[in-house]
């Protein structure tokens, strides 16, 4: 059974900086990238930003280049999620998901997980 849970989130300050885990597990198979989606109430699942299996390419969205920078663990089957100069527009609930390339930005798995909370306000 596949799990994707995220941690990390919480309240943050303009300008500050979170940084958020996915844990994966229960894969059948190897997806060929990860990546990061937000929502927000009443939206859909947001593409972020997408890594590759090996860490060699990365993909995001203009919204927010140059202040999240996505990586991965594949040793710990951890993604990652670094925000920084984070922005009231920032705030949303923060999911991972799998994709089959990084330049996809559809989920792979229709199912989610619990998310991870993240307010920036000051």
């Known amino acids: 059974q596949v799990q994707l849970v995220e941690s990390g989130g919480g309240l943050a300050q303009p300008g500050g900086s979170l940084s958020l885990s996915c844990a994966t597990s229960?894969?059948?198979?190897?997806?060929?990238?990860m990546a990061w989606y937000r929502q927000t109430p009443g939206q859909e699942h947001e593409w972020v930003a997408s890594?590759?299996?090996?860490?060699?390419?990365?993909n995001y969205d203009r919204a927010i280049k140059g202040r999240f920078t996505i990586s991965t663990d594949n040793a710990k089957d951890t993604l990652y999620l670094q925000m920084n100069n984070l922005q009231p527009e920032d705030t949303a609930k923060y999911y991972c998901?799998?994709?089959?390339?990084?330049?996809?930005?559809?989920?792979?798995?229709?199912?989610w997980g619990q998310g991870t909370q993240v307010t920036v306000s000051s």
């Open positions: 890594i590759s299996r090996d860490g060699g390419r990365t």
């Open positions: 229960g894969f059948a198979f190897s997806p060929g990238a």
């Open positions: 998901n799998a994709l089959t390339r990084v330049l996809s930005t559809r989920p792979v798995f229709a199912s």
